[in-house]
């Protein structure tokens, strides 16, 4: 009977040999959105991709899939309506969302071989508990059948009534209602970033311009000169204007990650020249992000719920200023001061206008002016096209009087 026993083992662990073998996974190659392909990078072997059907690529451990299937449905609750995959709801089904090529998250299928496989890690488990995995349908027998919509056009309740609040109580009142409500993920979405990095401001028009005759060309070329130093960095206190992370009056300095982002922010008209220019971190700058990885909340409904929040604050910083729409901003605007009260330098939020990113940081001393980055450009088009001018910092022998 032992012998029999150990033969049978033997048998079984053999064919679990084989499965393993052949179980899909996905390749990194099928992976498109960053945070599904660094969780491929993050347990990585040589197998079998479900998407592209080929053996012997680069694919997640297909013993390890959970983490990486948790954050395609994450992206999935995260762009999609229900009713986008849901049978129910007239959708047809969530692996019929991948075959758009116009879906982030993954490459459409290759080859139909292994697809059932991946259409099941989607699926199944149905109904994870909230707070240990993802589901893709709202809700089923409690006798109110409810419906998800997607997590970035949705504004949390808990988002709204804070919102609501400021409209009839002064900020104080309203400030310990915030920081609960901010507390279960402010040590999450903490960013480093690091001394040395150059971020750019800018500003419409220029100091003054003068014309210089060039011997290369033979022609009289209009020299621009960019607003420099304090003309482009933050405004002082007595001239600071509300803005989307501060109040009138409070001097704080917002910057982007690249040239193209901070003209488009301050959405300036076609024909108008704007300087550009580079502030450098003195020191290393405590941030709070407000775009983190989505990753690193897809474990459960219960952190994507967090996840929810984290981004209709980014929404609400990423919303350009309109005089007349204040109101809006008195919620990120008291965030920025909770944020302070727990040592963080500043905030990061996506751009509306660029694919970068922007940060207001609440000591402007911490970044100093660097004047190499300093140039004019001139606004061409309506979509912002931005084209580089002769620019200098200051007039050379030869160049002719000022305009
Ligand atoms: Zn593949």
Same mark, same amino acid.
């Given at each position: 009977m032992g012998q029999d026993a150990v033969e049978a083992n033997d048998e079984s662990e053999d064919i679990e040999l084989n499965d393993d073998e052949l179980f899909p996974s996905l390749c990194m190659d099928c992976a498109r959105h960053p945070s599904v392909k660094k969780l491929v990078a993050q347990d990585c072997t040589k197998g079998r991709c479900a998407l592209c059907a080929r053996d012997d690529v680069d694919v997640r451990n297909p013993q390890n899939l959970e983490p990486l299937v948790m954050v395609i449905r994450a992206l999935v609750r995260f762009h999609y309506d229900e009713q986008d995959y849901n049978p129910h709801w007239g959708g047809e089904s969530v692996m019929s969302l991948f075959y758009d090529d116009a879906n982030l998250i993954v490459e459409p299928p290759?080859?139909?071989?292994?697809?059932d496989d991946f259409d099941e890690w989607l699926n199944? /488990?149905?109904? /994870?508990d909230w707070d240990k995995g993802i589901a893709m349908f709202a809700g089923h027998d409690h006798g109110d059948r409810g419906m998800n919509f997607a997590i970035s056009r949705t504004t949390p309740p808990g988002f709204s009534e804070l919102q609501a609040r400021l409209l009839t109580e002064n900020f104080f009142q309203v400030e310990s209602g915030l920081e609960d409500y901010i507390a279960r993920f402010i040590n999450d979405i903490e960013a480093m970033l690091p001394q040395g990095e150059v971020w750019f401001r800018a500003r419409v028009g220029e100091t003054k311009t003068f014309h210089r005759f060039s011997i290369d060309s033979m022609e009289t070329m209009r020299m621009h000169v960019p607003w420099l130093g304090k003309d482009i960095g933050a405004p002082p206190p007595p001239k600071a204007g509300f803005g989307r992370v501060n109040r009138a009056g409070v001097s704080v300095m917002y910057l982007a990650s690249d040239p193209y982002t901070a003209v488009a922010e301050i959405r300036p008209h076609p024909g108008h020249t704007v300087s550009l220019g580079g502030f450098r971190s003195k020191e290393p700058i405590r941030l709070a992000d407000?775009? /983190? $990885?989505i990753g690193l909340f897809s474990q459960s409904d219960q952190r994507l719920s967090l996840y929810a929040i984290i981004r209709a604050f980014d929404r609400l910083m990423s919303m350009p200023v309109t005089p007349d729409e204040r109101t809006p901003y008195l919620l990120t605007q008291l965030l920025a001061e909770v944020l302070l009260r727990h040592g963080f330098d500043g905030v990061r939020f996506r751009s509306s206008v660029s694919q970068g990113s922007n940060i207001c940081i609440f000591? /402007? $001393?911490k970044f100093e002016f660097v004047s190499d980055h300093s140039e004019v450009r001139q606004i061409k088009a309506v979509a912002y096209e931005i084209e580089p001018v002769h620019s200098a910092l200051a007039k050379e022998p030869g160049d002719m009087p000022f305009d």
């Open positions: 290759k080859s139909n071989l292994y697809v199944w /488990p149905v109904y /994870p407000f775009n /983190p $990885d000591y /402007p $001393d």
